[in-house]
């Protein structure tokens, strides 16, 4: 996953790389039509586009859409990278696998919107702010038998993704987990969500998940 990266843009980090594992698991051929939503420097993408895969990959940031589009360029991979807010720049077409690590962290502060690098990490006040849209709108997009990826905290609440994607019609389970040390937006932020009564007195480690919800043939 080395990739160069622009300022201000999410740098891959664990929660990628438990991702590229569960993308790893499915059977992308040359024909597989594979969409990254939120994909930041474009690892993810790429890792598809190496299966030869045919890859769109969308990104609200302009940051995020040249940054792809360089590693992409310098990687001799062909993949179509488009700005745009989730999938809206997609629109009419459908998918056989879909991968999204979108902002899951919880944030106090919820007065505005996310701005600048914060994009790439605040969620609002549940951290789920971005979560329940791809719930709601990603299981349209995929063909019968495709599948939807997506990695989160579980101070998000995987119960409730796995319940929205149930409730679309999905074959939904977690099938990664990883407890990885607290980053640094974490540890900044682990007083109030203690006072939340998301992390314990204890807790040093986050666990992530990767939910993989199917739609049926």
């Known amino acids: ?24 698991d499915e059977p992308v051929e040359p024909d597989t039509q594979v969409l990254d939503v939120g994909t930041g420097s474009g690892a993810l993408a790429l890792e598809a586009a190496r299966r030869s895969a045919e890859v769109t990959a969308v990104d609200v940031s302009w940051r995020a859409v040249w940054t792809a589009r360089l590693n992409a360029w310098l990687a001799r991979l062909p993949v179509r990278i488009r700005r745009g807010n989730l999938f809206g720049p997609v629109r009419g077409r459908s998918f056989d696998v879909i991968v999204a690590n979108p902002p899951y962290v919880p944030a106090s502060d919820i007065r505005r919107e996310p701005r600048g690098r914060s994009r790439a990490w605040d969620a609002g006040r549940d951290g789920r702010l971005v979560l329940d849209r791809i719930c709601r709108d990603a299981p349209a997009l995929l063909r019968p038998g495709g599948a939807l990826l997506i990695v989160h905290s579980a101070l998000s609440g995987p ?7 149930r409730a679309a019609g999905l074959k939904a389970a977690v099938v990664r987990r990883r ?17 939340r009564g998301l992390l314990s007195a204890g807790d040093e480690k986050e666990e992530l998940v990767v939910i993989r919800a199917e739609r049926p043939l």
């Open 179 to 195: 407890w990885i040390a607290f980053g640094p937006v974490l540890r900044a932020r682990q007083g109030w969500l203690r006072e």
């Open 1 to 24: 996953m080395n990739a160069l990266v622009l300022p201000g843009v999410y740098v891959p980090q664990e929660d990628t790389a438990l991702l590229v594992e569960a993308l790893s």
């Open 159 to 165: 119960d409730r993704t796995l319940d929205l994607l």
